[in-house]
């Protein structure tokens, strides 16, 4: 029953889209800083949640007076969080969703697992279809999609233990398809 608003960059804005859990997207960069302030300041927001600590987001939510900030304790701006939660992504010793887990319990929130899920119109169904038409030689399958890069917020398994695990899922008889970004 909460009022959710996420706060991003303009490119993982389109993650959120049509998603029916988050009701407003606040882009960190959709205009001057002042006026991206005065939109988080207009919620009124009692929490704010950090899963990976920038500093434009940190500034925004500190400078929005929001009075809960929790996040994980990794760079300096952690400084402007009320409620630093030490953590050790660099050792990559469970999975990303799994220390973000440990942070919302920060806030109260118990913390379930539920499986991941984009919420896509029609229009992007009907490209994605069109796209792995394309890249899968146009067959009707539904591959398994590896995505090998982490932009350098945690350790990056090297490109051979990919390689090996595409071959196992392939050796059971599953189409694989590799993506990237544009680094």
Do not use: W
Request: hydrophobic fraction near 35%; aromatic fraction near 8%.
């Amino acid at each position: 029953k909460a009022f959710v608003g996420y706060l991003c960059k303009s490119y993982t804005a389109p993650l959120l889209d049509n998603n029916p859990n988050v009701n407003e997207i606040i882009r960190v960069d959709g205009g001057n800083f002042f006026d991206v302030l005065k939109k988080v300041k207009s919620f009124r927001f009692d929490c704010s949640v950090h899963f990976y600590m920038e500093p434009k987001s940190s500034l925004l939510t500190g400078l929005a007076g929001i009075p809960s900030r929790i996040g994980p304790f990794s760079k300096i701006c952690s400084f402007l969080l009320t409620e630093r939660i030490v953590q050790n992504r660099s050792k990559v010793e469970k999975h990303e969703a799994e220390y973000n887990l440990d942070i919302i319990k920060g806030c109260g929130a118990e913390g379930v697992s539920v499986p991941p899920e984009i919420f896509l119109s029609e229009a992007e169904k009907r490209e994605g279809v069109q796209i792995l038409k394309k890249v899968c030689g146009g067959l009707e399958a539904q591959p398994i999609i590896i995505h090998p890069g982490s932009r350098g917020s945690a350790a990056t398994r090297p490109e051979q233990y990919f390689l090996e695990l595409a071959g196992k899922i392939s050796d059971g008889g599953e189409l694989v398809v590799f993506t990237s970004g544009k680094g």
